[in-house]
C-alpha cells in the first residue's frame, strides 16, 4: 500500500434516478468524470509560494510570544516544498524535538509507515521513542490511554482508520471520559491518534472509510481532518498539544498528490475553527478532507460548464456566489462559523464521503436547520457516501464526485 | 477429525507446562510462626508450601516471610474496616441512596490491604471495578468513596464517577469496561519504564475478565518489551454468574501469559499475599518483565447490587468460604494465637472501624450534589471546549 497507481476510470452507468441528467450527459460526454479539470496538484486551495504559505490565516509560531492578536509576520520565516506526508514527518519531528515524553509507536511506524510519515524518525529520535507494535488496536489505543495518564504524550498511529474499530471501545469509554470520570484529577491529554482516512480510489472495503462520525457523540474527544500539507503540519502540532485526546484524521490521497510550500519552523493552526476558502453570498458548500477539492472542481464546473454539461447548467445560476468552507474540526466542529455563513447565505450543501445515515452531515443539518430556520432558502442538501460498504468496483461512484456536487449546487439555488 | 482425535492425546502429553498435583491451599491460617512471634521486634514466619504455584519461574516466593506486630495489626484494623465500608455499602445501596451499579470486594479484602503493604505510594496501580477498598488504601478516604457512591461533591470524583470511578495519585481507578483497564496498565509500566524509575504498575482484573482479547494484546506487548507489569488476576470463582469452570478453557489463570512467568497465591491469607506482591515487584523492577499473578480469592456477595449471588452456586458454598476461608477470621487466628493481642483489643478495633465508617456514612449524606455548573465542566480541558454544550432542553444548553 505505501504508493497509489492512478486507477482506471470506469465509464459510468447511472447509480440512481436522482442522477438522470447525470446519465444522459454520460452518453454524449466526451471527458472522463474528472478527468478534465483542475486536479488537486493544481488546485487553487494550495499554496504554493513561501508567501503565500507564510499568510496561512490563523498560523501562531510556537517560538514566538502569541498571547497578543494574530499578526502575518513574513520576514525571516523559510518554507520548504513538500508533500503532506512529509509535511506531518515534519510536525511529528518538531514534537519529539520539543517533547521528551513524546512517543510515537504503531504499526511499522519504525521504518516509515505505509505512507512514509514517520520515515527516518526512529533513527533520529531513537527505537526507544518511535517503535513498532503488534498488530493491536486495542491494546495500542489502551497502551497509549495509560502513558497519556501518565502525563506524557504519546503519538499512536492506527495504519488506516479503517482499522480503528477495535479500538473503539479504549477511545471512547477510556480516552474520551478520562478526565470527567476522575472529577478531574487524571486525563489523557496528551494522546494523539493519527490514522489514514478516506478513499483512495481503490481501497474498497477496509481501506476507504471515513469513520470520523462514529466518534462525534463522544464528548471529551476531538477529531480533526486537514486537506493539505500545511494545514496537516500546523494542526498535527496543535492536536499533539491540546490537552484533551485527539484522533487526527490525514485523507490518504493527499500524502502524496498535495503539494505546498511549508513553513519549516514550528507553528499552530487552530483546532475547532472552520476556515473559509471561498468566500460568497448564495450558498454555503461545507466540507473537509478530500472532497474539498472535488467541491473546488464542481465550482469550476458550475461557472464554466464543461460541453455537453451546459444545457443542464442554467445561465442565471453561473455567477453564483458560493462560500466554500473547510470545517477541519469535527469534533467540535464550529457552529458558530457555520451558522454564521448560512445565516448570511441562505442555503448549505454539506459534501462527506462517508454514507448518508448519521454521518457529520446529519447532525450539521439537524443544527442548521434549528438555528437559521427562518434564513433558510432550501432544503439543507448532503452529498455523501451512498449507505452501502465502500466498494472495491465502483469506489469511484461511491465516493461524492464533483458532477454529484455540482447537480446539489444547482438544485439547492434552484428550489 | 478423526486425524484430530489422534492428535489430541499427544498434544495433551506435549502441554508445555505442568501444574503442581497439588491443589493451591487456599485456606486463611495455615501459616506458622518460625520463632517465638515478639510484639516489638519483627519475626519470622513459614508460609503453607501449597501457598504458591509457579508457573516458568525458576523460584517463586521464600515461604518464609518477615512480618511484625504492628504491620498484622495494622492489616486486620484494615481489613475490618474495609469489610465495614462495603457493607455500609450495601446498605445505602438498599435504601436507595446509591443508584446504579455497585459491586462490593466483601471477601477478597486481603489482597488490597496486602498489595498495599508490599508496595510503595509510588508505585502504580490499576483495577477494574470492584475498586473500592484499593482507592482507600491508595490515599482515599471512606468518606471521599462513600461519597463517590453516593454521588456527591466531597466524592473523590467530585461526585461525578460514581463506584466504578474513583481515583487517587498513582491509583488510575476503577474502570467499568472488563478488560479495559489491563493494556492501559501496561501503558502506565511503560511510561515507568521511559522515565527509568523503579517502580511497578499493578495491571488487575478478575477471572471474567481474563477472557477479553485485549488482556493478551497487553500480556503480549509488555513481554515483547519487557515492562514493569505485573497482571493480577483476582480469581473470585465467578465471572458474574458463570464459574470459571464454565467459560475458561484454562483455569490456571496464571499460566495463561504464554512465556510470561506466572505466580499463583493464596489470596485468603494475607501474609501470602503481602509475600506474593512483594516477589512480583521485585521481580519486575530487576527488569525480568511482567509477571501474571493469580490471587485465587472468593467474593461473598453478588457480582453488583442487582445479583443476589446464589443463583449459580449454593448458600453453602458461600457458607463454608466464610466459615473456613475469611481472610480476616484468618488474620484474627494468627494474632491471637500468636499471642499479638488479645480477642478484646480486636473486638475493640471491630467497633472503632464500625464507628469510623458510620461516622463517614453521616459526613457523605450531608455533602451536597455536585452543582449543575458541574455537569459541564471536565469534559474538555478548560479553554479547550465547544462553545457550548446542549442540555435537554432550550434553557439548558450551556455556554463555556
Same mark, same amino acid.
Given at each position: ?121 526512529? =533513527? =533520529? ?185 451546459d444545457k443542464h447548467v442554467p445561465e442565471s445560476l453561473r455567477n453564483a456566489k458560493i462560500e466554500l468552507i473547510d470545517l477541519r474540526t469535527i469534533l ?62 465502483? =469506489? ?20 | ?262 505466580l499463583q497465591v493464596n489470596g485468603m491469607d494475607i501474609i501470602a499475599v503481602l509475600q506474593a506482591c512483594r516477589f512480583a515487584k521485585d521481580w519486575v ?100 471546549e465547544p462553545p457550548f454544550m446542549r442540555g435537554r432542553e432550550r434553557e439548558e444548553v450551556h455556554y463555556y
Amino acid at each position: 500500500m505505501s504508493c497509489f497507481t492512478p486507477h482506471c476510470a470506469r465509464r459510468a452507468v447511472a447509480l440512481k434516478p436522482r442522477l438522470r441528467f447525470l446519465r444522459r450527459w454520460q452518453s454524449t460526454a466526451t471527458p472522463e468524470a474528472a478527468g478534465h479539470l483542475p486536479s488537486v496538484a493544481t488546485s487553487k486551495l494550495l499554496r504554493p509560494t513561501r508567501d503565500e504559505a507564510l499568510r496561512t490565516p490563523g498560523i501562531r509560531w510556537a517560538d514566538e510570544d502569541n498571547s497578543g492578536p494574530v499578526r502575518t509576520i513574513v520576514g525571516g520565516r523559510e518554507t520548504r516544498k513538500m508533500n503532506t506526508y512529509q509535511s506531518i514527518r515534519d510536525a511529528l519531528s518538531l514534537a519529539l524535538m520539543k517533547d521528551d515524553t513524546a512517543v510515537i509507536f504503531g504499526e511499522d511506524v519504525a521504518f516509515g509507515g505505509v505512507f512514509r510519515c514517520t520515515m527516518g524518525l526512529a =533513527e =533520529e529520535f531513537g527505537r526507544e521513542r518511535v517503535f513498532n507494535t503488534p498488530l493491536s488496536e486495542q491494546g495500542i489505543v489502551g497502551f497509549g490511554i495509560g502513558i497519556a495518564a501518565m502525563g506524557h504524550t504519546p503519538i499512536v498511529e492506527i495504519q488506516f482508520a479503517d482499522y480503528i474499530y477495535p479500538a473503539f471501545d479504549q477511545i471512547v469509554n477510556e480516552a474520551a471520559k478520562f478526565r470527567y470520570r476522575s472529577g478531574g484529577q487524571y486525563n489523557v491529554g496528551g494522546l494523539t491518534i493519527r490514522c489514514p482516512t478516506m478513499s483512495v480510489g481503490h481501497g474498497g472495503l477496509y481501506h476507504s472509510q471515513s469513520p470520523e462520525g462514529f466518534f462525534m457523540g463522544a464528548p471529551g474527544l476531538k477529531v480533526v481532518i486537514p486537506r493539505s500539507p500545511i494545514q496537516a503540519k500546523g494542526l498535527l502540532l496543535a492536536s499533539i498539544r491540546d490537552p484533551n485526546p485527539v484522533i487526527f484524521m490525514e485523507p490518504k490521497i493527499l500524502y502524496r498528490s498535495a503539494v505546498e510550500q511549508v513553513p519549516i519552523d514550528d507553528f499552530e493552526l487552530p483546532v475547532g475553527r472552520a476556515d473559509t476558502l471561498v468566500r460568497g453570498s448564495d450558498l454555503t458548500l461545507l466540507t473537509w478532507g478530500t472532497p474539498l477539492y472535488h467541491c473546488e472542481t464542481a465550482l469550476h464546473m458550475l461557472a464554466s460548464p464543461p460541453p455537453g454539461l451546459d444545457k443542464h447548467v442554467p445561465e442565471s445560476l453561473r455567477n453564483a456566489k458560493i462560500e466554500l468552507i473547510d470545517l477541519r474540526t469535527i469534533l467540535p466542529w464550529d457552529v458558530e462559523a457555520v451558522v454564521e455563513s448560512v445565516i448570511r447565505t441562505g442555503r448549505l450543501v454539506i459534501v462527506h464521503e462517508a454514507g448518508l445515515t448519521a454521518g457529520v452531515g446529519a447532525e450539521i443539518a439537524a443544527t442548521v436547520q434549528k438555528k437559521c430556520f427562518l434564513k433558510l432558502e432550501a432544503p439543507v442538501r448532503r452529498i455523501t457516501g451512498w449507505d452501502t460498504p465502500v466498494p472495491l468496483q465502483y =469506489e469511484k461512484f461511491y465516493i461524492p464526485d464533483a458532477l454529484r456536487i455540482m447537480d446539489a449546487i444547482v438544485e439547492t439555488l434552484k428550489y | 477429525m478423526a486425524t484430530l482425535a489422534r492428535l489430541r492425546p499427544i498434544l495433551a502429553r506435549q502441554t508445555p507446562f505442568r501444574v503442581a498435583a497439588r491443589a493451591l491451599q487456599t485456606s486463611a491460617a495455615t501459616t506458622q510462626p518460625l520463632d517465638n512471634p515478639s510484639k516489638s521486634e519483627p519475626f519470622q514466619v513459614k508460609l503453607h508450601e501449597d501457598s504458591f504455584h509457579t508457573y516458568r519461574l525458576d523460584a517463586g516466593p521464600e515461604l518464609e516471610v518477615e512480618v511484625s506486630k504492628d504491620m498484622l495489626i495494622t492489616m486486620y484494623q484494615q481489613m475490618t474496616t474495609m469489610r465495614r465500608m462495603e457493607m455500609a455499602a450495601d446498605a445505602l445501596y438498599k435504601a436507595k441512596l446509591i443508584r446504579g451499579f455497585c459491586h462490593l470486594a466483601i471477601g477478597q479484602e486481603a489482597i488490597s490491604v496486602g498489595l498495599e503493604h508490599a508496595i510503595t505510594p509510588q508505585d502504580l496501580v490499576i483495577t477494574a471495578y470492584r475498586c473500592h477498598p484499593f482507592a482507600v488504601m491508595r490515599g482515599g478516604t471512606i468518606k471521599g468513596v462513600l461519597s463517590e457512591l453516593l454521588g456527591r461533591q466531597a466524592g473523590m470524583s467530585n461526585g461525578k464517577g460514581g463506584s466504578m470511578h474513583i481515583f487517587t495519585p498513582n491509583f488510575f481507578g476503577g474502570n467499568g469496561i472488563v478488560g479495559a483497564q489491563v493494556p492501559v496498565g501496561a501503558g502506565l509500566a511503560f511510561a515507568a519504564k521511559y522515565m527509568e524509575k523503579p517502580i511497578a504498575a499493578f495491571s488487575m482484573y478478575g477471572d471474567g475478565a481474563s477472557n477479553q482479547g485485549q488482556v493478551f494484546e497487553a500480556y503480549n506487548m509488555a513481554k515483547l518489551w519487557n515492562l514493569p507489569c505485573v497482571f493480577v488476576c483476582e480469581n473470585n470463582k465467578y465471572g458474574m454468574g458463570t464459574s470459571a469452570e464454565r467459560s475458561s478453557s484454562n483455569t490456571q489463570y496464571f499460566t495463561r501469559g504464554d512465556k510470561i512467568p506466572g505466580l499463583q497465591v493464596n489470596g485468603m491469607d494475607i501474609i501470602a499475599v503481602l509475600q506474593a506482591c512483594r516477589f512480583a515487584k521485585d521481580w519486575v523492577v530487576k527488569g525480568n518483565g511482567p509477571l501474571v499473578m493469580e490471587f485465587v480469592t472468593y467474593r461473598y456477595g453478588g457480582h453488583s447490587m442487582s445479583d443476589p449471588g446464589t443463583t449459580y452456586r449454593t448458600r453453602e458454598e458461600i457458607q463454608r468460604m466464610r466459615s473456613t476461608q475469611d481472610p480476616i477470621r484468618g488474620l484474627q487466628h494468627y494474632i491471637e494465637q500468636w499471642g499479638l493481642a488479645p480477642e478484646e483489643d480486636l473486638k475493640r478495633m471491630d467497633k472503632a472501624a464500625k464507628a469510623e465508617v458510620d461516622a463517614a456514612v453521616e459526613e457523605a449524606k450531608a455533602s451536597p450534589e455536585p452543582k449543575i455548573e458541574d455537569l459541564w465542566t471536565d469534559v474538555y480541558y478548560k479553554g479547550t471546549e465547544p462553545p457550548f454544550m446542549r442540555g435537554r432542553e432550550r434553557e439548558e444548553v450551556h455556554y463555556y
